[in-house]
């Protein structure tokens, strides 16, 4: 693929990694291969993870086309640009089109990004995963390199305000890579989650003590942190699309009352 736009992006990236005094732990990125198709699995908890998930890639020289929500693509600024870095739409109701352009991008020997959660998650901890990911890396016939972020979620996520202070620490956990064969996605992704909720607890763990004190709202409640439990996550996530299921219901009443 010609890639533009994709150059310059990191570079501005990594000038504002450097302008916020951010700090990195960067572990296993030797997992990345460097050449061949790969498609890599990150948990989601920020806003941001797309332009940190792609960094995790960058010691082995790939770029990253993450599959994203089509609300992204339609936006009038940020479309264009997430199409020129060849990023796959994503329709959530049917999601038979980003499957197979996924799958394409995978045996072309481009390095794809998922978010097996599918949404962010509230609780800071895994939610459970859709099977996509090894359905997809099974069908191409590809390594499933799990990763793990920490730290974004103080930047920008849900139900918390901005934070941009200098001096976060980020930190990018890769792990070994699995095989999925897709016989049995359910087991598979189990499994998936299994290794990528231990390097969660792991990275969490050797996460700067100083920036992370007992009780932050940005830890799992299992971990000591004051983030919702998976079930409150869950009751709030619940709330939030009925909410949005009547915002979208209205603006079609107003349409039509209008026309």
């Given amino acids: 693929m010609r890639d533009v736009t994709y150059p310059p992006i990191i570079v501005t990236?990594?000038?504002?990694?450097?302008?916020?005094?951010?700090?990195?732990?960067?572990?296993?990125?030797?997992?990345?291969?460097?050449?061949?198709?790969?498609?890599?699995?990150?948990?989601?908890?920020?806003?941001?993870?797309?332009?940190?998930?792609?960094?995790?890639?960058n010691p082995s020289g790939r770029l990253v086309r993450f599959m994203a929500k089509r609300e992204l693509f339609d936006h009038r600024y940020v479309g264009p640009l997430m199409r020129s870095l060849h990023h796959i739409e994503v329709d959530r109701g049917e999601g038979v089109a980003s499957f197979h352009t996924a799958v394409d991008y995978l045996r072309q020997g481009e390095a794809v990004g998922i978010f097996p959660e599918a949404t962010i998650s509230r609780a800071m901890e895994l939610k459970e995963l859709k099977t996509g990911a090894v359905r997809i890396a099974a069908e191409a016939g590809v390594p499933l390199v799990p990763v793990i972020l920490w730290g974004t979620q103080r930047m920008m996520t849900k139900d918390h305000p901005r934070d941009f202070s200098r001096g976060t620490t980020i930190a990018i956990r890769v792990g070994e890579a699995m095989h999925p064969t897709?016989?049995?996605?359910?087991?598979?992704?189990?499994?998936?989650?299994?290794?990528?909720?231990?390097?969660?607890?792991?990275?969490?763990?050797?996460?700067?003590?100083?920036e992370q004190p007992p009780g932050s709202w940005w830890v799992p409640a299992s971990m000591g942190g004051s983030a919702p439990t998976l079930e409150e996550a869950a009751r709030l996530d619940a709330e939030e699309k009925r909410e949005r299921a009547r915002k979208r219901a209205e603006k079609r009443a107003k349409r039509q009352a209008d026309s």
């Fill in 13 to 57: 990236a990594k000038a504002a990694f450097r302008a916020l005094g951010q700090n990195f732990q960067m572990t296993g990125t030797e997992h990345v291969p460097r050449d061949g198709g790969v498609l890599l699995a990150f948990n989601h908890i920020s806003y941001v993870d797309f332009v940190y998930g792609g960094f995790a890639a």
């Fill in 182 to 210: 897709g016989a049995d996605p359910v087991a598979e992704t189990a499994e998936l989650r299994d290794r990528m909720s231990a390097m969660l607890a792991t990275t969490v763990a050797e996460y700067p003590a100083d």
